[in-house]
């Protein structure tokens, strides 16, 4: 019986663990999940401050220009004010300075003329709180700044550092990958035997692991000897938050995964309703969470997109897990299996209208590479469906694009 996708997902991340919390420093938090919420310890600014170069006023002092004030004081940024600024007088400053007692407004440089040493000439009217940044205007002091759950970005850390603070994260998944069949050899190969492929899996899981942020741990190529594969196992297991393997896990004679781990009964060897990616050993190894994932390189990634990159991010305790979707015009037209949820590799465009389009990026078997290398989408043609005539509307999965679709978004109250 095969298994609907959806169904298998919500399983896979009710199976995930959830990784523990650590505080992290700011260098390398790019990439992590927080644990807890974020309150901000201060307000931003934590000073009221000027927001252009020019000169602290009196709003009310200057509301009928041209007039000529004394510049009583020259404040930069990183110092501090040294007189009171009273009507008549004006404080030269900088952006970032702090406002000079009695100063309630900023008049951009490009609004003054200097007229005569220690004297200027304020061209326009001012309005109280005019380029100057109120305290906590940033920031409040006490408030909610990020939820748990957030992924961080750069501008996410840099404000934990503008507050002086080190994120709580979950760690990182350690992920150890490896490649199962007797015909792979290492990419590095410049002659192959005959029957021999270069093994293309290792690199683009590990690619799309580092993409993610997690850390690799690589252990080859290994042949379909069930004694080599276990043995290898044990070693990958050890340490590991997460193993992935690719190969050996469909109906084959010779398929060593399915071979080494169905006596043990922890790794369901299933047929998942979708294609690419039919196949799928999923379970854990020494309580490792396992995912035996096809061997042909589009399945790879297809199966990679839809359970393993979900379920790191599940362990790392994020709140978004899918990549979008976004609505598009099929411009080609397609017939797939209808009971499958089928993912066609496309390329896109906008036309006029900001409508999305796609189209195929080439050869749809599963073996084909250089289609999924064009692709900058997977088309979704959902079980049930079928067909898409020339001109019909698809869902487009945006592969390049950073996750942004909640467990229940994707998959619903499953
Ligand atoms: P399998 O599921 O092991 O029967 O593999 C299915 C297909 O994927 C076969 O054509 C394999 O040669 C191919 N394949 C398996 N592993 C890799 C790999 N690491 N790199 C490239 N192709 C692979
Ligand atoms: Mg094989």
């Known amino acids: 019986m095969m298994r609907r996708l959806a169904d298998m997902q919500a399983e896979v991340l009710d199976r995930m663990p959830l990784l523990a919390a650590v505080e992290t420093a700011l260098e390398g938090a790019v990439g992590s999940v927080l644990a807890e919420d974020v309150i901000s310890p201060e307000n931003l600014p934590g000073f009221q401050n000027a927001a252009m170069d020019g000169f602290a006023v009196v709003a009310s002092d200057v509301h009928r220009p041209p007039v000529d004030r004394d510049i009583i004081d020259d404040v930069p940024a990183g110092s501090l004010p040294s007189a009171t600024v009273t009507p008549g007088t ?16 900023i008049v951009p440089v490009e609004a003054t003329d200097m007229t005569s040493e220690g004297r200027v000439r304020i061209l326009e009217p001012a309005t109280v709180g005019d380029h100057v940044r109120p305290v906590g205007g940033s920031v409040r002091a006490g408030s909610l700044v990020f939820e748990a759950g957030l992924r ?60 993610l942020g997690v850390e690799v741990r690589d252990y080859g190529i290994v042949g379909d000897i069930p004694g080599s594969f276990e043995s290898a196992l044990g070693d990958a297991t050890d340490g590991a938050d997460v193993v992935v393997t690719s190969g050996g ?42 995912f035996g994932l ?12 839809q359970f393993v990159r979900p379920a790191l991010l599940a362990t790392m305790g994020a709140d978004l897990l899918y990549r979008d979707r976004v609505p598009a015009i099929l411009d080609d037209g397609i017939t797939t299996n209808p009971e499958k949820d089928v993912f066609v590799r496309v390329t896109t465009y906008r036309d006029n209208d900001g409508r999305w389009h796609a189209r195929s990026s080439g050869g749809q078997s599963s073996n084909v590479l250089s289609a999924l ?10 079980v049930g469906v079928g067909r898409v005539d020339p001109g019909g509307t698809v869902d487009l999965e945006m592969i390049h694009w950073p996750e942004a679709r909640t467990r229940e978004e994707a998959l619903g109250d499953r």
């Open 249 to 290: 896990v469909s109906m084959g004679a010779y398929d060593v995964v399915k071979l080494a781990l169905r006596e043990r009964g922890t790794v369901d060897f299933l047929k998942i309703a979708m294609q690419p990616g039919k196949p799928l050993g999923f379970g854990t190894v020494a309580d490792v969470p396992f």
């Open 90 to 105: 004006v404080a030269r400053i900088m952006t970032g300075a702090p406002i000079p007692p009695g100063a309630d407004a």
């Open 294 to 305: 096809p061997g042909n390189p589009v399945s790879v990634f297809v199966s990679f997109e």
């Open 152 to 211: 961080l970005r750069p501008p996410h850390v840099s404000v934990m550092a503008s507050m002086g603070a080190l994120p709580m994260v979950r760690r990182r998944p350690i992920v150890a990958v490896m490649s199962t069949g007797d015909e792979l050899v290492p990419p590095s190969t410049k002659k192959l035997e005959p029957g021999a492929i270069r093994d293309s899996n290792r690199t683009l899981l590990r690619g799309l692991l580092t993409e």
């Open 373 to 382: 290398a064009f692709a900058d989408a997977l088309a979704v043609v959902p």
